[in-house]
């Protein structure tokens, strides 16, 4: 890591009100020290490494489904309790704040996978106290606080293949993007309901990799296939509208602002990427950033965070000020993982470590490297500094690990099955960007029939796009995901799986606090 001295660039006050996935983490089967918490880690959908996250994108794009939560190499066998031994003193408080069954038909499938429809994606989004969640054509709200169903639509009007592929939740309303074929073409529109009542108020075209990515009682942003445009709720009205030119473009959002890459390629080439559109989502106003130094950035979009962006290789993270094109600071063999909104921390992965990064001076402020947790459990979200745990398979737990204190300090047990939405964009998704509040799908009861393997499945599945929304993965922003990679991609969750799976009698959305 260096810091190029001499050099000082204002911090924003500002804090982002979006959090990205911390990603999915893996531990080494080894038997428990005190003092450890993590085994192996290996976060993304795709992996720790740039150029596999660019392979899957690269599948997605060609209508292959992203692999929904591959164990990567996970021993067959049920899996273990992880972190019941050297991590975790004592009794611990509950994470569970409410449970709620999920309507339709679900099934479980075997490794990190888990909990997820019988047919097609789900997806969900958390944040401005609701909970939205959507399945094939019908969205259904939940109050985040206590669970209460909010609303129920089925977003009708579409042809008969359309499906939801995101969900994202915002103050006042919530937007789903639905993909579906005209005259032999993959379209997508972007739905605008009330959080509140379900009315829908707008339907409006979205690219494929675009889609809501900021919205408020008065107005909704849509990245489309060649221009951003901000439209008035109440009339449907253009409010403003910006070209972002014919090939669409990889992006990220943060703190209000939608940072935009202007690359000849496009969010495929991804790189080189010579300027930077920095758009106010309020207004409309907007300024080109250029690196000062060089013709183009180090590498792809891959992250935005309090007025900073992060462009990724295969050697290593680059960040930059987000409004002056000033380098900041370099971490080789890192690749973006997530954030933390309340510590104003970015989360990478270092070799076997996750690491916790200031992200205007690079200082690496905690690390948390591989360890001996028995089983295949996963870290997903970090909040204020506790991270998100989920143990695998029937015997399933949640904990909450404080990075700082270094063991846990919160658990659930009996999630059977645990399934963590993911929305790569990292505007959507399990994790409530500005809270303590994680939903995940698990299954209280298997229906009868021939028992599960438990042997996780590490196989591309195929349907849907790529990214950060529910059940599958998610056609968010051209590119990464969540800080992870180089643009958020089609807003697609893993939940869905070619796997085999079994049915579940009693699917529920179970809320934690972290």
């Not at 979006?18 to 983490?25: I, L, N, P």
């Not at 660019?54 to 939560?69: C, H």
């Not at 992006?251 to 602002?257: A, E, I, L, P, R």
């Not at 080789?332 to 993982?337: H, I, L, Y």
Request: proline share 8%; with cysteine; hydrophobic share 40%.
């Amino acid at each position: 890591m260096g810091q190029r001295p001499g050099r000082k660039i204002p911090r924003r006050t500002r804090r982002r009100t979006m959090g990205r996935v911390a990603g999915q983490m893996r531990r080494r089967t080894t038997p428990p020290r005190m003092g450890t918490v993590f085994g192996r880690i290996r976060l993304g959908t795709a992996g720790a490494s740039p150029r596999l996250r660019r392979w899957a994108l690269a599948l997605v794009l060609l209508g292959v489904a992203l692999l929904p939560y591959p164990s990567l190499g996970a021993a067959g066998g049920a899996p273990p309790a992880a972190c019941r031994s050297g991590c975790q003193a004592g009794s611990v408080p509950s994470m569970i704040k409410w449970t709620q069954p999920l309507p339709g038909s679900w099934q479980v499938v075997p490794g990190l996978t888990g909990t997820v429809p019988a047919s097609g994606l789900a997806y969900v989004s958390v944040g401005y106290g609701v909970a939205a969640v959507g399945a094939g054509i019908t969205l259904s709200a939940y109050s985040a606080r206590t669970g209460a169903p909010l609303w129920d639509q089925v977003l009708t009007g579409f042809p008969a293949d359309a499906a939801i592929v995101s969900v994202r939740t915002w103050p006042g309303e919530v937007t789903a993007g639905v993909s579906y074929t005209s005259a032999g073409h993959l379209e997508r529109t972007e739905v605008v309901i009330s959080g509140a009542t379900g009315t829908q108020s707008g339907r409006y075209p979205a690219a494929m990799f675009g889609g809501a990515v900021g919205g408020s009682p008065r107005y909704t942003v849509i990245v489309g296939r060649t221009a951003v445009t901000s439209y008035d709720n109440a009339t449907g009205r253009v409010r403003w509208r910006l070209s972002t030119g014919r090939v669409p473009q990889a992006w990220q959002t943060s703190d209000g602002m939608l940072y935009m890459a202007e690359s000849a390629g496009g969010f495929l080439g991804s790189a080189p990427v010579t300027a930077l559109r920095q758009i106010n989502l309020a207004t409309g106003t907007q300024i080109v950033v250029r690196p000062l130094e060089g013709l183009s950035f180090a590498g792809t979009l891959s992250a935005a965070f309090d007025g900073v962006v992060l462009f990724s290789t295969a050697g290593g993270v680059t960040a930059y000020n987000g409004t002056t094109g000033a380098w900041l600071w370099v971490i080789a063999g890192a690749v973006p993982e997530g954030t933390d909104p309340r510590k104003q921390r970015i989360y990478l992965t270092r070799e076997s470590s996750l690491i916790a990064v200031n992200p205007v001076t690079g200082q690496v402020t905690a690390t948390v490297s591989g360890s001996a947790v028995n089983g295949s459990a996963g870290l997903y979200a970090v909040r204020d500094g506790v991270a998100l745990g989920l143990d695998q398979g029937a015997s399933g737990d949640a904990w909450g690990y404080n990075i700082g204190a270094q063991r846990v300090t919160l658990a659930a047990a009996g999630l059977s099955w645990p399934h963590y939405f993911v929305d790569l964009s990292g505007v959507g998704g399990s994790a409530d960007p500005a809270g303590d509040l994680v939903v995940i799908a698990a299954c209280a009861q298997l229906a009868p029939g021939a028992p599960v393997s438990a042997s996780p499945s590490a196989t591309p599945s195929s349907s849907a796009v790529s990214a950060p929304a529910q059940a599958a993965t998610s056609p968010a922003s051209p590119g990464q995901a969540s800080p992870g990679s180089s643009t958020p991609s089609p807003d697609v969750s893993p939940s869905a799986s070619s796997a085999p799976g079994q049915g579940c009698l009693r699917p529920e959305l179970v809320a934690l606090n972290l």
